[in-house]
């Protein structure tokens, strides 16, 4: 039987941005590859690409949280925050504001907590860069960007694991830390739609 490290390793996503013909895969948890339909980088502009790049980026994440969950069904990690630091924690990495740059500084991926995104692109670059330069500086800006990303939630994780005890908390405060959560996942919940195949429900990963 596969580990849990293998089996999250073997994941394989692809999405196709709605009313495009843009589609992106995301593999073995760090790779991200951009596919256009035959002469379709033809008709882009930046604009086009930037909105086509951050639906791409919401659909990706849904569906990985997904697989994810699938992938750890028949284990025992626990995936809901169990107590206050949990929900703490929670909140806090869902403001984690991170940024990935391709190479040619012409890509410019951020977001907030993997819910928002957005996308910048040099004006010129559909005119200066092949398909092909552009699908590669696009996958190395998001790579970055995920990267970025799980360096500060890993920031945030130590800081709250080598806390001996967690802040005093306010029942206003963890109501608040839920409500903005469950927010989070009714809004997640909204992006998987005929480009994502069917899954089961939303989950919160575990916190450690």
């Not at 994810?68 to 025992?76: H, N, Q, V």
């Not at 949990?86 to 940024?99: H, S």
Request: aromatic share 8%; charged share 30%.
């Amino acid at each position: 039987m596969q580990d849990l490290a293998e089996r999250l390793d073997n994941i394989r996503i692809r999405v196709r941005a709605p009313g495009t013909e843009v589609e992106a895969e995301f593999t073995r948890r760090t790779d991200f590859a951009l596919f256009f339909e035959e002469g379709a980088y033809a008709f882009v502009d930046e604009a086009i690409l930037e909105r086509t790049l951050t639906s791409i980026a919401k659909l990706l994440w849904v569906q990985w949280q997904r697989q994810y969950r699938r992938a750890i069904e028949d284990t025992d990690l626990i995936i809901d925050a169990v107590d206050s630091a949990d929900i703490n924690f929670f909140a806090e990495r869902d403001e984690i504001e991170a940024v990935g740059v391709s190479s040619d500084h012409r890509i410019t991926i951020s977001t907030t907590g993997l819910r928002d995104f957005s996308v910048h692109i040099k004006p010129g670059t559909v005119r200066e860069l092949t398909e092909r330069r552009f699908s590669i500086s696009a996958a190395a800006a998001a790579k970055r960007l995920l990267q970025d990303y799980q360096e500060k939630v890993e920031e945030v994780k130590q800081r709250y694991q080598n806390s001996a005890e967690p802040g005093p908390d306010t029942i206003s405060s963890l109501a608040k830390a839920h409500l903005a959560r469950l927010e989070v996942e009714q809004r997640q919940q909204t992006l998987c739609d005929d480009n994502c195949e069917p899954r089961s429900k939303g989950f919160h990963e575990r916190a450690w």
